[in-house]
C-alpha cells in the first residue's frame, strides 16, 4: 500500500474504513471528528475571554448565534425557542463547517493506493489508483446525514409530546380540527382519522428527505468539481490546455458549492424548525 496525491478523486457510494481493525473509523467519521474539533476550538477561542464589548472573534460568535437565534426564534416561537434552539445551531453550524471542510484541497483525494506497483513514478500519479481516501465529507456520506435526522426525529417527538401531553398530541394528529362539535364532530371523525395516519406516513419520510436532500447536493457538487478538474483531461486536450482547464473551468462551480453548502445548511436547520412548529401550535394559536 502506498500514500499519493492525486488531484481529485470521484467520492464513492460507501465510506471507506481507514483501520481494518476499527470498523466504525471510516474516513467519514474522521473527518466529522475534525469538523467537531474545529467548532469546538472556534467556540472556545470565542468565549474564552468574555467581554462586555465584543471584538474579534467573540463579535462574530455573538452575531452569528445572535442571527440563528432570532430566525429560529421566529418560527417556532418564543415559548419553544429556548428548548431547541440548542440542538437546531449545533446542526447548523456543523453542517456547515462540514460542507465547506469538503472543499479544502485534499479531502476526497490524498489517501492510499492499493499497490505501489500501480503507481509508478511520480508523474503518472492519476486518480484511478486511489483505493482508500483518508478525508471524506462527512455530508456526503448517508450514514451520517441519516443519523442527524434521526437524532433530530427523536427529540421532535420529546418536545411535541412534553409541550402537547400525550393525549393532546394524539388529538393533534387524529382529532377533529376547527372546535366542531356535536354531530359533525362525530360524523367527520374517521376523516380526520385517515387524515392523522397520513401524517404519520409523512412524519415518518421526514428523516429520509432530510438526510437525502443533504447528502445528494453535497455528494453531487463533490463529485461535479471532479468532473470539472478532469473534464480537459477526459476530452483529450493537450496536457498544458488540460492543466489550464483543471484550474479555470472548477472555479465558478467552487463558489457555487460555497453557496450550496451555506443553503443546505439552513434548509436542514429550518425544516427541522418548522416541523417543530407544526406539531408544538395548539389549535387556539392557528385559529389565530
Not at 72 to 92: D, N, Q, R
Not at 156 to 183: I, P
Request: glycine share 8%.
Amino acid at each position: 500500500m502506498s500514500f499519493f496525491f492525486p488531484i481529485a478523486a470521484n467520492i464513492p457510494l460507501y465510506a471507506d474504513k481507514l483501520l481494518l481493525d476499527v470498523d466504525w473509523l471510516t474516513n467519514s467519521i474522521f473527518v466529522s471528528l475534525l469538523v467537531m474539533g474545529i467548532v469546538l476550538l472556534l467556540a472556545r477561542r470565542a468565549t474564552k475571554e468574555i467581554k462586555l464589548v465584543p471584538d474579534g472573534p467573540q463579535n462574530r460568535f455573538e452575531a452569528v448565534v445572535e442571527t440563528l437565534y432570532d430566525t429560529v426564534g421566529e418560527i417556532v416561537g418564543p415559548h419553544m425557542v429556548g428548548k431547541v434552539f440548542s440542538l437546531l445551531a449545533t446542526l447548523f453550524i456543523f453542517i456547515l463547517i462540514s460542507n465547506w471542510f469538503a472543499l479544502l484541497p485534499g479531502v476526497g483525494s490524498i489517501g492510499f493506493a492499493a499497490d505501489a506497483a500501480q503507481v509508478g513514478p511520480l508523474h503518472s500519479i492519476s486518480a484511478e489508483n486511489l483505493r482508500v481516501p483518508i478525508l471524506r465529507p462527512t455530508t456526503a456520506d448517508l450514514n451520517m446525514t441519516l443519523a442527524m435526522a434521526f437524532v433530530f426525529m427523536v427529540m421532535w417527538l420529546v418536545w411535541s409530546v412534553r409541550e402537547m401531553g400525550v393525549g393532546g398530541f394524539l388529538q393533534h394528529m387524529f382529532g377533529v380540527k376547527g372546535g366542531l362539535k356535536g354531530f359533525m364532530a362525530v360524523a367527520l371523525v374517521p376523516i380526520f382519522f385517515m387524515v392523522g395516519v397520513i401524517e404519520v406516513v409523512s412524519i415518518a419520510f421526514r428523516p429520509v428527505s432530510l438526510s437525502l436532500r443533504l447528502f445528494g447536493n453535497i455528494f453531487a457538487g463533490e463529485n461535479l468539481l471532479v468532473t470539472m478538474l478532469n473534464l480537459g483531461k477526459e476530452f483529450g486536450l493537450p496536457d498544458f490546455f488540460a492543466y489550464l482547464s483543471s484550474v479555470l473551468l472548477p472555479i465558478p462551480f467552487y463558489f457555487l458549492e460555497l453557496l450550496i453548502g451555506l443553503l443546505q445548511a439552513m434548509v436542514f436547520t429550518l425544516l427541522c424548525a418548522v416541523y417543530i412548529t407544526l406539531s408544538t401550535t395548539h389549535d387556539e394559536e392557528e385559529a389565530h
